[in-house]
């Protein structure tokens, strides 16, 4: 016999009644019961919350990258940012996750890397055609790495970009957002209030008019 064989008991030995046995099996029915019931309560929590927040985004309740309507600090993300490289960073606040891109031209580009579909984070592919692509991996969604336009999945919106700027010595600033679909020129002008006219007026930022309604000034 092996030692994880255990002897049968002997034929005169006293068995559970009956009693013990249907006290036995209500036990264990209602155990199951309650794993059943609590495995149910966390899947619909988990799935409601997903739902919600993806509701959430959709129509614009939860925050979103460059809804700020005030003027942003310049911040300073790198020393310098060679082509065919991106560099995750935060701005402009430190829970704004973002993503600058140097495209093989030369061209600086700076988006939000929150996912425009369900807030997933966006991530850069270097490899992935002409210029690479940023891509969800939550939902398979593609945003094209030039203009943040969608190009494939089921995002609905451009991802919002982050102005960029590269100074003499080869630092890169943050200096601005935009909101999805929004111009860099737009905003820009959005987030300069009346200490910075003269920017505001360098950029062709709309003036205010006589009759209250804003222009667009032309640049010299």
């Known amino acids: 016999m092996s030692v994880t064989e255990q002897p049968p008991p002997p034929a005169d030995s006293?068995?559970?009644t009956d009693a013990a046995r249907e006290a036995?099996?209500?036990r264990i029915a209602a155990d199951s019961l309650t794993t059943r019931r609590d495995y149910l309560r966390i899947v619909a929590t988990v799935s409601g919350g997903l739902a919600v927040g993806g509701i959430g985004v959709a129509a614009g309740i939860l925050h979103r990258h460059g809804d700020s309507d005030g003027p942003l600090e310049p911040r300073k993300i790198?020393?310098?940012l060679a082509p065919g490289e991106s560099l995750a960073f935060r701005y402009p606040e430190e829970e704004d996750r973002a993503?600058?891109?140097r495209l093989e031209d030369g061209t600086l580009a700076?988006?939000?890397a929150v996912c425009t579909h369900l807030a997933c984070a966006v991530l850069w592919r270097k490899d992935r055609g002409s210029e690479g692509e940023l891509y969800c991996p939550c939902h398979e969604g593609v945003f094209?790495?030039?203009t943040g336009e969608v190009t494939a999945g089921p995002p609905p919106r451009p991802l919002p970009k982050v102005i960029l700027v590269e100074e003499t010595d080869g630092s890169v600033w943050a200096i601005g957002t935009t909101r999805s679909g929004e111009s860099l020129q737009d905003?820009?002008?959005r987030q300069l209030d009346g200490t910075r006219s003269a920017l505001a007026e360098q950029l062709g930022c709309p003036v205010a008019s006589p009759g209250g309604a804003g222009e667009r000034k032309g640049r010299t």
């Open 14 to 16: 006293p068995g559970p």
């Open 99 to 101: 993503v600058a891109v």
């Open 187 to 189: 905003g820009l002008c």
């Open 144 to 146: 094209d790495a030039r």
């Open 24 to 26: 036995l099996h209500d």
């Open 110 to 112: 700076g988006y939000s």
């Open 78 to 80: 790198a020393d310098s």
